[in-house]
């Protein structure tokens, strides 16, 4: 499969049918390549991936990510080829160990460690399955070893919440890896045109303020050069704005232009606005698409 360079990143979630249907269509309309979505208390991923792969034409539909520990890597096999098989492989396959209250508080499961844990599920999810190597399965990856392990057994990364300077790391260690040309990069990116930065930065924090109690993202931030004080109240100005690129569209543009400078294969653009405003998502992702 190849990736195009840009996508669109959204929590489906708030939206029903009607609503996915709508999203779907700007999306696929606009000529978007891929539309990636994640899974943490709403729908489950593979049922509401079917959904959207039979609402869409040639649209990818990306996991960003499914949990493992939602179902065990047989049954992730399984619904994976059945939607690569239905739907004239469109779906994309983005893996992830999640967070240890998702886990261990929702769920009841033990949170293992994360890289061996990672392995060892994707190593029984291909067992036996001629071609797997070039299953476009990626994984949800920030530290360096979730990152090398991406490379060396997947089709590649998903960084979300990162910056151009992590963008940069990633693609070194892609480059590292034998034969990983032709991987994907594919790195989240939010992104609220706003020129008002008051109004910009609240946006982004009300967006981050989930992410901010979450262990793997605040001990990649730190690994970022970002300061505990930075990451307290909300977030430090220069810490949102490193989050959520904002201004006019052109700035945005350039802004999300840095991480394919710096490596990026595919970028996936994260509208942030206003609860309920989705005119306000349907003109950024007008704006936006030709970058």
């Not at 792969?53 to 493992?68: D, E, F, Q, R, V």
């Not at 008051?198 to 993202?217: I, S």
């Not at 991480?259 to 998502?281: E, I, K, M, N, S």
Request: glycine letters at 10%; hydrophobic letters at 45%.
């Amino acid at each position: 499969m190849k990736l195009g360079r840009l996508g669109v990143w959204y929590a489906i979630d708030k939206l029903d049918a009607g609503g996915l249907r709508q999203l779907l269509a700007t999306v696929e309309g606009l000529g978007y390549d891929a539309l990636w979505y994640p899974e943490s208390r709403g729908y489950e991923s593979m049922s509401i991936a079917s959904f959207m792969l039979a609402n869409t034409k040639t649209l990818k539909i990306g996991s960003s990510i499914a949990n493992i520990y939602a179902r065990d890597a047989v049954t992730a096999r399984r619904g994976f080829i059945t939607l690569r098989d239905l739907y004239g492989d469109r779906f994309i396959f983005g893996l992830g160990v999640s967070h240890v209250p998702n886990v261990e508080g929702v769920r009841g499961h033990v949170y293992d460690k994360p890289v061996p844990t990672m392995r060892r599920y994707l190593d029984a999810m291909t067992r036996g399955e001629a071609g797997a190597e070039a299953w476009p399965v990626a994984l949800a990856a920030l530290g360096p070893l979730m990152l090398k392990l991406s490379f060396e057994k997947t089709m590649g990364a998903l960084p979300y919440n990162v910056t151009p300077a992590h963008t940069r790391k990633a693609r070194k260690a892609m480059d590292q890896i034998a034969g990983s040309g032709g991987k994907w990069l594919a790195v989240e990116q939010k992104v609220a045109i706003e020129t008002d930065a008051a109004k910009a930065r609240a946006l982004g924090r009300k967006e981050l303020a989930r992410y901010m109690v979450l262990d793997n993202y605040r001990n990649n931030w730190l690994r970022l050069g970002f300061s505990e004080q930075d990451l307290a109240d909300g977030g430090s100005d220069r810490f949102i704005d490193a989050m959520v690129n904002w201004g006019d569209t052109d700035a945005v543009k350039r802004q999300l232009r840095a991480h394919v400078d710096a490596g990026a294969t595919h970028v996936c653009l994260q509208p942030v606005h206003a609860d309920g405003d989705f005119a306000a998502r349907d003109r950024t992702l007008k704006a936006l698409v030709d970058t």
